[in-house]
């Protein structure tokens, strides 16, 4: 199994920054991409931004202009570096990984870190 363990978050005011990092360890081979999901109160799990190992990104619609991903692949390790954070950011964060395994591809999830942003 991999695990995934976060750090960063906290409580911020608008228009601060914050640095979320992640950092997998155990069975990290055959990983495939690492990213970054947040969720709201009442609202449904979203992406934030994803790194494929080739470099792909794929970045949310509220992330676009103001959030950055970034991955270390020989530390298994991915940031997510968050400028300009609005109210509406305000959300649990979870780290994300995709794995190739001989039972197709998986995906293992962080425990989460709160982002607070206050007006």
């Known amino acids: 199994q991999v695990q995934l363990v976060q750090s960063g978050g906290g409580l911020v005011q608008a228009g601060e920054s914050l640095r979320l990092s992640c950092e997998a360890s155990?069975?990290?081979?055959?990983?495939?991409?690492m990213g970054w999901f947040r969720q709201a109160p009442g609202k449904q799990r979203e992406l934030v931004a994803i790194?494929?190992?080739?470099?792909?990104?794929t970045v949310g619609e509220s992330a676009k202009g103001r959030f950055a991903i970034s991955r270390d692949i020989a530390k298994n390790t991915v940031y997510l570096q968050m400028n300009g954070l609005k109210v509406g950011d305000s959300a649990v964060y979870y780290c994300?990984?995709?794995?190739?395994?001989?039972?197709?591809?998986?995906?293992?999830w962080g425990q989460g870190a709160r982002v607070t942003v206050s007006s």
């Open positions: 994300y990984i995709q794995r190739s395994t001989s039972h197709g591809l998986q995906s293992s």
């Open positions: 790194q494929s190992n080739n470099g792909e990104t």
């Open positions: 155990g069975s990290t081979f055959g990983v495939t991409a």
